[in-house]
């Protein structure tokens, strides 16, 4: 263990002390990190601070030797990185729009070493952060800030309901071809999310597109006004049309027949999403075409 001096970057600058410390030491007590503080073992370019100092990009942080939890830094495979480079939708000074594949994680943690965004930094060398989630196994629109100022715009039009998220999706049941909203709460619990009156607000619209009678199946594409997590596969469970090979909220035997068929995967994709450009302060619309996989299963139908 030895002193580590730490340089602020942009994603950090506005972060309190405390916050940053914690972010930086993973695994140490909160009590601990306030006592270095307190004691000023830690310094920011060579002074004492508050724990709620509002740190500045460039600002030098001295740590104390502190006893952390050993983790190697994540490295992306040349193949993660051809794939993820290949998956680039648009790109500019401020932002990045990938269409994320089916199968890999946003992040890392709970047994995955490395997921979109660790992977990025290492392609990059320099910070990115997500600017929202989508589930696993969904694949489509990412949106990844290359800035600190073009997260907090982004995050400030989630906020405010300003960006349009669409998705395509196959569900079970054939549904009739009008707009079916809703609008149910949904509450996070410790195994899964479901609908209870004591969750968050959460409006989903589906539009059926095309009925397949064959498999008793529809596809739809789904409209959310809120991004509460697994909501539109929730929804569709909810509204008796659970989606396609979702092995947390389907119909096993819906699935088994369309795993048959040959659909190996959650049939959830995110197609568009509509939000103002920070660095440009123009509206734009980002599209994500549907996997090959997923147009294949299609054409058997």
Request: proline content about 4%.
């Amino acid at each position: 263990m030895s002193v580590q001096f730490k340089t602020v970057d942009e994603f950090s600058t506005g972060q309190r002390l405390d916050n940053y410390l914690l972010k930086i030491l993973k695994g140490v007590p909160k009590s601990h990190i306030y006592r270095v503080i307190r004691k000023g073992e830690v310094r920011v370019n060579k002074g004492r601070k508050k724990a709620d100092y509002k740190l500045q990009v460039d600002d030098v942080v001295r740590i104390p030797p502190i006893r952390v939890a050993e983790s190697k830094p994540s490295k992306a495979s040349d193949s993660l990185k051809k794939l993820l480079t290949e998956s680039i939708l648009y790109e500019d000074k401020g932002l990045l729009v990938i269409n994320k594949p089916s199968g890999l994680a946003v992040h890392g943690g709970s047994g995955i070493d490395i997921g979109v965004i660790e992977a990025f930094r290492d392609m990059f060398n320099t910070p990115v952060e997500l600017v929202h989630r989508i589930d696993r196994a969904t694949s489509g629109v990412l949106l990844i800030a290359k800035k600190r100022s073009v997260l907090k715009n982004l995050h400030e039009q989630l906020i405010q309901h300003q960006m349009e998220k669409r998705y395509t999706a196959l569900v079970k049941g054939t549904w009739s071809k009008k707009r079916h909203s809703i609008d149910a709460p949904l509450y996070q619990n410790s195994r899964c999310t479901v609908v209870d009156a004591k969750g968050k607000d959460a409006l989903s619209h589906f539009q059926p597109i095309k009925n397949f009678e064959s498999i008793d199946a529809s596809l739809v594409e789904v409209l959310i006004e809120t991004g509460r997590m697994h909501q539109i596969r929730v929804h569709g469970q909810y509204a008796g049309h659970p989606l396609a090979c979702d092995d947390k909220y389907g119909d096993r035997e819906f699935d088994r027949k369309l795993h048959a068929q040959g659909l190996r995967r959650l049939f959830l994709h995110a197609h568009q999403l509509t939000f103002t450009n920070p660095s440009t302060g123009e509206i734009q619309t980002i599209k994500a075409p549907l996997s090959a996989e997923l147009q294949a299963f299609l054409a058997t139908l």
